[in-house]
């Protein structure tokens, strides 16, 4: 499974779109990129995944670079509901290597 | 449709004592995996049954015991119970399990305090 790497924490005001980062530069040809969101003392919630191309889903916008070492999560116009651990995995097992995360704080 | 159901959702123990959790997963999911979240390890792998075997095991001592039944729905135990197994036990479900997309359904965890 592919080692990915998030900033810990990012701001982002309510309205605005929120574009959290991701790297996994260890990523194989085979692995999916995946989000996942936790709210507080919830299970996490899945967002999105992709393999190569950009994705987009009612919640986000996955963008991949072309080398496949990073990605994107974009959400278009965060709301307070939004505030959680986001978190990029790469992976193509029935395993899951969650790291850190990113803690998403939208603000009013 | 129904989601992940886990059981219990709370539950308290001593040091020494054992404990079983139980998952239901959404209908036509063969694939269940187990995961532990504590504050400072965060959210860890523990082991993947899919159609009743194991498949994928995390880093976890032997106190740490599943299994799968011929529906689909999982167990997990742990026996001999210490303090730093307090923690929140999710489960989740998917179809496939293995190759390909993935994608997980968690349930709302059991949370677990040993005194």
């Known amino acids: 499974d592919a080692k990915t790497t998030q900033p810990t924490s990012m701001d982002c005001a309510e309205g605005r779109a929120a574009n959290l980062p991701c790297n996994h530069s260890t990523i194989s040809g085979n692995e999916y990129v995946y989000w996942y969101r936790q709210i507080h003392s919830q299970g996490p919630q899945y967002i999105i995944h992709g393999l190569k191309n950009n994705e987009t889903n009612e919640m986000a916008s996955l963008i991949i670079t072309e080398d496949r070492k990073s990605s994107t999560l974009i959400l278009p116009h965060a709301t307070l509901r939004d505030t959680a651990v986001y978190y990029c995995?790469?992976?193509?097992?029935?395993?899951?290597?969650f790291g850190q995360g990113t803690t998403l704080q939208v603000k009013p | 449709k129904a989601g992940v159901t886990q059981t219990p959702r709370y539950l308290i123990k001593t040091r020494g004592q054992q404990v079983t959790l139980s998952c239901s997963p959404i209908s036509g999911h063969r694939s269940v995996s187990w995961y532990q979240q504590t504050p400072g390890q965060g959210l860890q792998f523990l082991f993947e049954?899919?159609?009743?075997?194991?498949?994928n095991k995390g880093n976890f001592p032997g106190r740490f015991s599943g299994r799968q039944f011929s529906n689909s729905r999982s167990e997990m135990n742990v026996s001999t119970l210490e303090l730093g197994d307090s923690a929140l036990y999710l489960c989740?479900?998917?179809?496939?399990?293995?190759?390909?997309?993935?994608?997980?359904?968690f349930g709302a965890g059991s949370r677990l305090t040993v005194l």
């Open positions: 989740a479900s998917s179809p496939l399990g293995l190759h390909g997309a993935n994608v997980l359904t």
């Open positions: 049954y899919f159609s009743e075997t194991q498949r």
């Open positions: 995995i790469g992976s193509n097992t029935g395993k899951l290597i």
